[in-house]
């Protein structure tokens, strides 16, 4: 697609299904102290791709679009892809930074040990969503102000969750692979293609990108379920039209496909284990764009193996990136990708402007949009607690 | 998926999105002349897969599970998949059945010649929708009756439609080929990864899967269009939010993503030629599940080694079986399956049972549902003509 649509796209898509950071009209004591700030952030190297659109915004060479808007301010900006390990680029800039900006996609772990060497450190922000690559407790015993770009992906990662339930529901995989090495089988691929018209769809957590996804769902006639923490009101139940679940190990085998769409806290970590997988539906398929570790790595290679699981998708994996002997990689009926849903052109369009937006309220000692924080004050958002 | 689920979920989405073929209270003559009647089934042959799923209806080993029944009315039902050359078993068949049963998936080709020959032959079924395999002119100037199941598959073709879509749109193809070489490169898939959110999608052919594809497109915010003999009623398009465009050429330069939607016809026979596909937007994505002889094979390869269309996938070739040096399978930027999207589980269900409907028709002399002939009293369809 054209660069120029996509930028009108992305900008139409902003309007329509994200807000923005805003200055707040309280000027309440944000970190920021006046002067020169130094700024790292962390990025995938695009290296030959980055000069292949001029919207391709969220890798190292491009930086978010913010590189001459904040020299110009007199501000140092720091952008690496080096990150892991005491010999990384960034490590060498742990000790004097102000502001950490990085990606769910290529993630600057931010432990405990690198935020008491950080002295200078005020500010982490993700662009994007998700920042469990970061020590919430550490970060909030600190007093550090976490922020993302709330919605800034949500509906990239929605659109990417219904292409890969239909993927698997319909085994397109090892169709595409028939026609690449020269096959023709239609039965080998038909005597496990599904229509998902019909099926029962849960969604673990239905927060926005849960939301987005049910709502795509609702002209493909399932019997859709969630679980969450908290029930939708009726009139959002109603639209939606999907059926709330206290209980998600009740919801859990009523299901044949199951999106995960929850944070990663130190509740949700490992919770789909050997136990739990077992109790699913056998030829279950399973979405994941939330988090790899939310999964026992080995329990779902395992029930690919056997058949339990019939169909594992997701861009999602732990660690990041996925070593080469990841068995995500090679066992049977996988249809995973590097983490790549909630980084297309328009979401990197639309979370470069809520890094800019945030870093200017910062800059003036103002708020951001309430929603954007997921550490205020030493608290953590609720989906993190 | 398990199987009794399936069987389930399919006769709640027949009873929902399917009208069956019904013996009208008319009882004006169709060809069935009385006594035993001899019917020749061409499926393709599933081998191993076969005994996997006891719905896999729609393959030679299993018949459309109708063997029985037919049997046990005294009428002779010959199954094979050995269709094509006067050396096939079809061909030997030719001279005297009664009933030719065929499918868009492993098609028999209907000749003027072979009907020529076939002096007791009366009615030609398609298992599916597409009768394009038929030489339908010289079928009605015989006098022959041809029939599909109209609508057992169109929700089967228009999820996968939308699968498809999103697959080219978020470059899902390049990121699944690193997991399986052990790759992660995100900015490889990235700089060319849209939303589809924003985009102008367009389908040529708004008949009954365009309907259902429009339906299911709109929570997607897109800016839908569609081409088609004829315009929606007001309510109807209004409900599916596209917008009508009457001249094909007029629409196509709009369209980021367009969708082929129409039958095959001598009319639109290479009707994506070189000159049309030149003047798509550049970077234009197309899905095509409807006959792939409405492209011209070398231009679309050839726009896809350019870039000018950055993306094709569809599940229909010409000619089918594709063969292993056909162009589709070493372009760039294609997302291809064999002959696939119609022949889920569900949707065999559903056409087997049609087909068994309109063969009990046919022993009893009555009409079927008006809307699944294709010829009828020497006249064609109208989208088929």
Redesign the interface.
């Known amino acids: ?2 660069m120029k ?2 930028a ?3 900008i ?2 902003f309007t ?2 994200w807000k923005p950071a805003f200055p707040s009209l309280l000027t309440r004591g944000l970190h920021a102290s006046p002067g020169s700030k130094k700024i790292v952030g962390v990025f ?4 030959e ?2 000069s ?2 001029p919207n ?1 915004l ?2 190292v060479e491009n930086a978010l679009g913010i590189r001459e808007w904040l020299e110009s301010k007199g501000h140092q900006y720091i952008v690496t892809a080096d990150k892991d390990g005491p010999h990384s680029e960034l490590e060498k800039h742990i000790p004097d930074l102000h502001v950490l900006i990085s990606t769910p ?2 993630p600057a772990y931010v432990t405990a040990e690198r935020i008491k060497k950080a002295k200078n450190l005020q500010l982490l922000l993700t662009a994007g969503i998700g920042s469990d690559h970061i020590d919430l407790k550490a970060a909030a015993d600190a007093g550090l102000t976490v922020a993302e770009v709330t919605g800034s992906n949500v ?2 990662v929605a ?2 969750e ?2 890969r339930i ?2 698997l ?5 090892p ?2 692979h ?3 090495s ?1 096959d ?16 029962t769809v849960g969604t673990v957590g239905a927060g926005r990108i849960g939301k987005l996804l049910l ?2 769902l ?4 399932c019997n859709l379920l969630y679980h969450d923490r908290l029930k939708m009101d009726p009139d959002m139940e109603n639209q939606i039209g999907a059926k709330y679940e206290e209980d998600l190990d009740a919801m859990l085998p009523k299901c ?1 496909i199951i999106v995960i769409n929850m944070p990663l806290t130190e509740k949700t970590k490992g919770l789909f284990d050997k136990e739990r997988i077992a109790k699913l ?5 399973i979405v994941n764009n939330a988090r790899g570790a939310i999964m026992d790595t080995q329990a779902v290679a395992d029930a690919c193996s056997s058949g339990h699981i ?1 169909g594992y998708s997701g ?1 999602v994996w732990y660690p ?3 070593p ?1 002997d990841h068995p ?2 090679y066992m049977p009926n ?8 909630g ?6 369009l639309r979370y470069a402007a809520g890094t800019k937006d945030m870093l200017e309220a910062y800059f003036k000692g103002e708020d951001f949009f309430p929603q954007n924080y997921i550490v205020k004050d030493g608290e953590l958002a609720p989906q993190y607690r």
Chains 1, 2 share one sequence.
């Open positions: 697609m054209t649509r996509a009108t796209s992305a139409r898509a329509s299904s995938y190297n695009a290296n791709y980055a292949k659109n391709f969220g890798c996609f290529h509906v990239s659109e990417d219904l292409m239909l993927i529901a319909r085994n397109f995989l169709g595409h028939q026609v690449i020269g023709w089988n239609v039965a080998a691929i038909a005597y496990r293609a599904y229509d998902l018209e019909g099926k709502q795509r609702k002209p493909f006639n044949d539906k056998k030829g279950v398929l019939a861009d990041q990136p996925a080469r995500w990689r996988q249809a995973m990708t590097p983490h790549i849903s980084t297309t052109i328009d979401a990197q």
